[in-house]
């Protein structure tokens, strides 16, 4: 039964992936249009936003707590698999 060892830490492995994606990273307030990822000046010129970047690869703004945009591209699979592994490393 040894054969699928590495299938069932793969699945366990994306199973606790899969939640630390929906974890945010870091929340960023402000009324600034020049962030490097930030490809939407227009929105920040009525106030300020909020872009909630998450594990999983994507920012999102809001406004208001109403969905602006989002920003960059989910990570899926065996690349969010990868980039939790790393995450937990350090």
Do not use: C
Not at 12 to 37: F, G, Q, V
């Amino acid at each position: 039964m040894t054969q699928y060892d590495d299938r069932v830490q793969y699945q366990r492995d994306l199973i606790a992936a899969e939640e630390w994606a929906e974890t945010p990273k870091y929340i960023h307030i402000h009324s600034i249009s020049s962030n490097h990822y930030d490809t939407r000046p227009q929105d920040t010129k009525e106030g300020t936003v909020t872009d909630t970047a998450y594990n999983s690869g994507i920012i999102v703004r809001t406004r208001n707590g109403k969905h602006i945009h989002t920003f960059g591209t989910k990570l899926k699979g065996a690349e969010l698999v990868d980039a939790y592994i790393k995450g937990l490393q350090g």
